[in-house]
Each structure stands twice: as structure tokens, then as C-alpha cells.
């Protein structure tokens, strides 16, 4: 696709009135069609994302390029956004006083991409409640022990994550309730409004959260760190590199998240 192509396609964007957004994704169906993998057809993509539209209403009030931007990513990852299966997620919010949508993988999405690698023998997050036997310890000999009480467990205090590479290397991490909470206030842009996934999942973010920390100590390959990269970022412009076809690979590192805004 020409440079020329893609500015004439990014000014249609901004031309395009918000209450034709279902019409603007419709045309884009051609480049949909190139991103998608053999796995999802383009004709399903769409009906997922106009539910997504139809169930928060609010992303129709976003930027197209930043909704277009936000298709892409999960296009290009094979991932169902909105859906039950809590892949990834269209979020809507103000951006400097702009309504724009940001791409977010889910909990299940994410170990996906980790089996995706095929360096990843295991990887799972674990809920550690009040009542539950649970130990761990860091340094030069680590342990971690968890052992779910039989009834009554209380409330939710710790979440783990564990991962073991197919070459037999290991890793854990630990966060606590708070670790959690306090994690979500500072790097999540909309976690109090009823569409994020803080709100409606909030133990599959907690597992996401922690899981997305461990594997900072595990041996990343370019395409999952490329992947990993993309979650909770925002599209502005619309440019060749989301029209690349899902098994290119592009050079990349894990981004370290920003904090959301005051």
C-alpha cells in the first residue's frame, strides 16, 4: 500500500462523520482481510467488533483512526475484542480531552501469545484467598507453595503467575491484593468506568497483571515481544505497519506501561 493511499484512507477517517463508523469499517474490510489469519474470517471480525460498538456505545464517540488502529491490533494478533472469551478489549476513553480507544489484550489472550511463542511450556496465574496455605520466598533458592483450603476460602489476597520454558527454565512472581489495586490506579486509563475490564474481570486482570510481570524474566522472541508491546496503546495514525500481514516480524522490545492520567 502507497503512502499516498494510506493519507487518503487516514484523511477519509477524519472526514467520516462518527454516526457512519459501522460504513467506515465496512470499507476498510479490504486491509481487514490482509491482517486477519486463516483462523477468523473477515466477515466474522466485523460482526465482533460492531457488537463491540453496539455493547459500549461509547466507542462510536471515539477518534476513527484510534477505533481502525484498535481493530488492527486485534486483527493482527488472531483475537476476538468484547467477546466472552476475554482475548482483548476495545476501551473507550479521554485522552486529553479527546475520546479514543485503546487496545487491550485480555488475560486468556495473553497466555495464548505466550503458547504462541513455542518457547512456553507452561505458564498459568493463580487466585491466593485468605484461607488458603500459601508460602513463598525469593532469592538464591526460591519456593513457592499454594495449597487451596477445602471450603470457606475468604477473600481474595495474593495472585501468582508461574512460567517453565520447554528448555526447563523457570520463573515465578507475586503480587498482593494491594500490589494489585495500586498497580490498576496508576497505569489504568479508565479502571473505575463500567466498561473496563478492571471492572467487569477483575481477577482475570489481576491474573494478566502478574502474568505480564513474570514473563519479564522469561526468554522473549521478537514476535512476542512485538505482541506484547501492543497492549494498552492507542493508534492515532493510520499507518502501513498495521496493514502487515500476522507473520511478519518487526524488531521490538516489552514496553514499560505509562501511567494513566490524572
Given at each position: ?15 467520516k ?43 462510536a ?23 466472552p472469551?476475554g ?10 480531552n ?5 487496545f ?9 501469545l ?31 507453595k499454594?495449597?487451596?483450603?477445602k ?12 512460567f ?45 497483571t ?16 512485538r ?36
Amino acid at each position: 500500500m502507497t503512502q499516498t493511499a494510506i493519507q487518503n484512507m487516514e484523511q477519509r477517517a477524519v472526514d467520516k462523520p462518527r454516526k457512519t463508523v459501522q460504513d467506515l469499517i465496512r470499507q476498510m474490510m479490504p486491509e481487514i482481510k490482509k491482517a486477519l489469519p486463516a483462523t477468523i474470517t473477515p466477515e466474522r471480525f466485523t460482526r465482533i467488533v460492531l457488537s463491540a460498538i453496539s455493547t459500549t456505545p461509547q466507542l462510536a464517540e471515539c477518534t476513527p483512526k484510534s477505533l481502525l488502529g484498535a481493530m488492527m491490533q486485534a486483527a493482527q494478533l488472531g483475537m476476538e475484542a468484547n467477546t466472552p472469551l476475554g482475548q482483548c478489549y476495545l476501551i473507550p476513553y479521554k485522552n486529553h480531552n479527546v475520546n479514543e480507544v485503546q487496545f487491550q489484550i485480555g488475560y486468556k489472550g495473553l497466555i495464548d501469545l505466550a503458547y504462541r511463542s513455542g518457547e512456553v511450556q507452561t505458564i498459568q496465574a493463580q487466585t491466593v484467598y485468605e484461607n488458603d496455605e500459601f508460602e513463598f520466598e525469593y532469592g538464591l533458592e526460591p519456593k513457592l507453595k499454594h495449597k487451596p483450603a477445602k471450603k470457606d476460602r475468604g477473600a481474595p489476597a495474593y495472585y501468582y503467575a508461574i512460567f517453565r520454558t520447554k528448555s526447563g527454565g523457570y520463573n515465578f512472581e507475586v503480587m498482593s491484593i494491594e500490589d494489585v489495586t495500586d498497580h490498576r490506579d496508576k497505569f489504568s486509563k479508565a479502571a473505575n468506568r463500567g466498561f473496563s475490564p478492571w471492572s467487569t474481570n477483575f481477577d482475570e486482570m489481576a491474573k494478566k497483571t502478574v502474568i505480564k510481570k513474570v514473563l519479564k524474566y522469561a526468554p522473549l522472541s521478537t514476535e512476542l515481544m512485538r505482541n506484547l508491546s501492543t497492549d494498552e496503546t492507542i493508534k492515532s495514525t493510520i499507518t502501513e505497519d498495521m496493514f502487515a500481514q500476522p507473520d511478519e516480524t518487526i524488531q521490538g522490545e516489552l514496553n514499560d506501561e505509562v501511567p494513566a492520567e490524572a
